[in-house]
């Protein structure tokens, strides 16, 4: 049993016991899916939802069909009870704490796989990942059934297959997006940022400025292969290893076309340092010069 100085849930029916009163005194609800270890960044997407709807749940879930084997599951950093502390302070109304056993029973045999904006990037270095997240959205959304959820740009290409989903599956949420928080030298916040050693994380500033420059390179319109080979040299002699730096089109993330910038994009980076993965973005606003010849 454990003691929480918020209200909170650990089963279906009691979640939804609690959402039906709410329901019944014509409350709106909003919902923040989290694996918690929760940060300034987690914080804000919860009074963003508090600022759309009467009422907010938060989920902390370790979601074990988005690890890989191999990956960072068991080690995944978890704090209860500080997470419950933070939720209080951002007003959070509910925290929705399922068990495994609640989400996958014995038995359970579904999966969503998802194409579109799942395709490339994470997927590369991580295939099962957006199958993991779907599916457990996908339940947490029918559990909680709220009116939005929000989800932070800090994951954006989870964020475009959220969207997809919730198209494509007719779930009736407005998807809302919160921006990254930063850390005063402008590393996303991230719980995997606890990972990185001292130096690594002096190291890991680098990715913002990087992005920046890459995005400041293309608003003045310079040939996007150029920039982008500019700074994914930078990012090689900065990190350990760099999975991916590209820009792509900042609504479905195709591929943009050769040349200066012509539409809103969105660089899109995941690097290395020692054993710590970082993903960050940024938007990358079009040139608005005039066409060459
Ligand atoms: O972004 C996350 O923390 C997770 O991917 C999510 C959306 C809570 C699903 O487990």
């Known amino acids: 049993m454990i003691n929480l100085q918020i ?13 039906k009163s709410w329901r019944e005194d014509g409350l709106t609800v909003g919902f923040v899916p989290t694996m918690g270890s929760l940060h300034d960044g987690h914080l804000s997407l919860v009074r963003l939802a508090k600022a759309q709807s009467d009422r907010v749940v938060a989920s902390i879930f370790v979601n074990p069909a988005q690890f890989a084997e191999g990956e960072d599951f068991d080690t995944y950093p978890r704090d209860m009870l ?8 951002a007003q959070c109304d509910l925290i929705y704490l399922p068990e495994r056993e609640a989400m996958y029973p014995g038995g359970f045999a579904s999966k969503i796989e998802m194409t579109g904006p799942a395709l490339g990037l994470e997927s590369e270095s991580r295939p099962h990942f957006f199958s993991g997240v779907a599916t457990v959205v996908a339940k947490l959304f029918n559990q909680v059934r ?26 009736p949420i407005d998807i809302i997006a919160g921006e990254t928080g930063r850390d005063r030298d402008g590393l996303a916040l991230s719980s ?9 994380r002096k ?40 999975d991916y730096i590209t820009v792509r089109k900042a609504a479905d993330l195709a591929e943009t076309e050769p040349g200066p910038l012509r539409e809103t ?29």
């Open 203 to 242: 190291r890991a500033a680098a990715l913002p400025k990087i992005l920046k420059a890459l995005a400041d390179a293309l608003s003045a319109g310079g040939d996007v292969q150029t920039a982008l080979a500019t700074a994914r040299d930078t990012a090689e002699a900065a990190f350990d290893g760099v």
């Open 82 to 89: 500080s997470d419950a502390e933070k939720l209080a302070t």
């Open 146 to 171: 709220p009116d939005v959820a929000v989800f932070g740009e800090k994951d954006y290409q989870q964020l475009l297959v959220i969207r997809q989903l919730v198209r494509d599956l007719d779930f």
């Open 192 to 200: 995997r940022n606890a990972y990185l050693s001292e130096a690594d």
């Open 265 to 293: 994009g969105r660089i899109l980076a995941a690097i290395r340092l020692g054993d710590t993965r970082l993903i960050d973005n940024l938007a990358a606003l079009p040139f608005k010069g005039p066409n060459p010849g």
């Open 7 to 19: 209200p909170h849930a650990t089963t279906v029916s009691a979640l939804r016991a609690r959402i």
